[in-house]
């Protein structure tokens, strides 16, 4: 499928409608569709065949193996062929991004399986090539913690650095169903979650299309991230790789809390790391500039500066810290700084204020650093400690800026910039890209690989489309969330039906659910070759054991189309 019949107008779309060219790959993926319901001897018409969409959700590693596992096992059943739209949120996403590699990977699942666990268990991305790539995205217009999150985490997980784009994937995309990549719009979130009922977080993106699934505002892929104003692009942009989209979609750091520390930590790493560079931006420098100041020093100002905000994190004076990056900045600057050190404040009520502000003091230190000296590699860690400070992920250009359309929330037209992120920190699971009316679902089957309450993807998602009058099946559970089954139908009128399978259940774990949760945490170091074998074994339970259960609620929805 030629990229070239993609509609590059460069024009932002606003519709409720799909693309033309997902019109055009469903009419000939429900062909597909129907061939596997004949060799499954379900009988219907071609009108009548189920528009099914399976949904990954967020789960980090566990996420990513788990989808793989579930995949393989569908594709043993005989009922990989009957799903029409595959999406996922966060960790589900970077099987997706491993599976799309490879043209119709359906169709040799097996083969494109052993590849993707040799990948995963065998040796990481050096250093060297994760940096190289960072500097990279450095270059962009804007630069967030989103790219050091692809470059030093992301490449950790999925052992690669993926420089294709959703684009290259359209290009040879004919047998697979079709993928739905999902972020939440983190300034929607926030209003949302303040009480507003106009905001739209949910954001999807395929090989086609980026943009918001429920006001039905778009824009090509290719141009996602592109400066756009009145609905026109100005300014190109490159389009993101897949490495960045992985960490874009997986980006659930961007919730702060414990994990600010998680990330200092991993920055602190980094800037020890770059010792050799260190040296040899000293080295340059001075061939330059014989009065510069030593590159090394300015350097042991930022690894302090890390150290500091850790110490402030864990609840420690950071006083002797301070002290010392601001003696070396004085001599760096000639006696000249921009620093509140705390407990220099002269009065009580003052000295009462004086609760260190951590952030102030980062950007200060920042500020005068910027001043001393300038090097790619010093410029690109004094930007990843900006975006810690104010803390910046998946900043990209707003495609809506300035647009005028009263269909579009207001606060989605007037800033030029918008910030994506992980769509699990508000839902983790993939739900309202494919509850879009367009897309016409009739079942959704949805693998929840959700660290918690097994039902909260779902007891959530009936939640919010109560309140946005979308049409979901009531929810109604027996079982605790400690000892979830592994197989869950819930149905209403005029709505999909719905199968929940939780990936850790009575079933395919006995009374071992916890020992099995505790062993695939969340956050945790990449997984042995056993580990990923266990888990997707534990993983594919769920569709053999359910097979004979799946095919009679794909044969129920068929009944309820041929009624209507």
């Known amino acids: 499928m030629s990229a070239s019949k993609l509609q590059e107008s460069g024009e932002v779309r606003i519709a409720h409608s799909l693309h033309m060219n997902e019109e055009e790959f469903v009419a000939r993926r429900r062909e597909t569709v129907f061939q596997s319901m004949q060799k499954l001897k379900i009988h219907c018409s071609k009108d009548e065949v189920p528009n099914i969409a399976l949904l990954g959700s967020g789960g980090g590693q566990r996420a990513m193996v788990g989808l793989l596992g579930s995949l393989v096992q569908l594709d043993k059943a005989g009922l990989l062929d009957c799903v029409l739209y595959l999406s996922g949120v966060s960790g589900s996403t970077w099987c997706m991004a491993s599976l799309y590699q490879e043209p119709d990977w359906s169709t040799k699942l097996e083969t494109v399986k052993d590849q993707i666990i040799e990948r995963l268990s065998g040796p990481g991305v050096s250093w060297g090539d994760a940096f190289a790539k960072l500097k990279k995205y450095h270059k962009k217009d804007f630069f967030s913690l989103t790219d050091v999150w692809a470059a030093i985490a992301i490449t950790t997980y999925v052992k690669e650095i993926d420089e294709l784009t959703l684009t290259d994937q359209w290009d040879h995309l004919s047998k697979d169903p079709f993928p739905i990549y999902t972020v939440i719009d983190k300034q929607c979130k926030k209003e949302k979650e303040k009480g507003g009922d106009k905001e739209d977080p949910w954001f999807e993106i395929s090989p086609l299309e980026a943009g918001y699934s429920l006001t039905g505002a778009f824009v090509e892929t290719s141009s996602f991230g592109s400066k756009f104003e009145n609905g026109s692009k100005k300014k190109p942009q490159d389009e993101m790789d897949m490495l960045y989209l992985q960490a874009l979609c997986g980006s659930a750091l961007a919730d702060?809390?414990?994990?600010?520390?998680?990330?200092?930590?991993?920055?602190?790493?980094?800037?020890?790391?770059?010792?050799?560079?260190?040296e040899s931006d000293t080295f340059e420098e001075m061939r330059k500039e014989p009065k510069a100041p030593p590159a090394y020093?300015?350097?042991?100002?930022?690894?302090?500066l890390v150290e500091v905000n850790l110490a402030v994190l864990n609840g420690k004076d950071p006083s002797a810290l301070v002290q010392t990056i601001k003696t070396t900045l004085e001599e760096l600057g000639g006696g000249k700084n921009h620093l509140i050190i705390p407990g220099e404040k002269s009065t009580l009520a003052e000295k009462q204020a004086a609760k260190f502000d951590v952030k102030?003091?980062?950007?200060?230190?920042?500020?005068?650093?910027?001043?001393?000296?300038?090097?790619?590699?010093?410029?690109?860690v004094l930007s990843i400690c900006k975006c810690m400070t104010q803390w910046i992920w998946g900043r990209n250009y707003n495609f809506l800026h300035k647009m005028k359309n009263e269909t579009v929330p207001p606060g989605l037209l007037k800033s030029e910039t918008r910030d994506y992120i992980d769509a699990g920190l508000l839902l983790n699971s993939p739900y309202f890209s494919v509850l879009r009316e367009e897309r016409d679902i009739d079942l959704i089957i949805s693998l929840d690989f959700s660290e918690g309450d097994p039902f909260m993807t779902v007891k959530k998602t009936q939640k919010l489309?109560?309140?946005?009058?979308?049409?979901?099946?009531?929810v109604i559970l027996k079982e605790k969330a400690k000892n979830p089954k592994d197989f869950y139908v819930f149905k209403g009128k005029n709505a999909p039906t719905v199968i929940h399978i939780p990936l850790f259940n009575v079933v395919n774990c006995g009374e071992n659910i916890e020992a099995w949760r505790n062993k695939y945490d969340t956050i945790q170091g990449s997984y042995s070759r056993k580990k990923i074998t266990d888990l997707m074994d534990i993983a594919g339970k769920n569709i053999s054991n359910n097979r004979e259960k799946l095919l009679e609620q794909i044969q129920a929805v068929i009944d309820q189309k041929r009624h209507k």
């Open 256 to 278: 702060r809390g414990e994990i600010f520390k998680f990330l200092w930590e991993i920055i602190k790493d980094l800037f020890e790391d770059l010792t050799p560079v260190i």
């Open 297 to 304: 020093k300015c350097y042991q100002v930022l690894i302090d």
């Open 360 to 380: 102030k003091f980062t950007e200060h230190v920042i500020k005068d650093l910027s001043c001393l000296f300038s090097s790619d590699s010093f410029d690109l």
């Open 465 to 474: 489309c109560e309140e946005l009058n979308i049409p979901f099946p009531e």
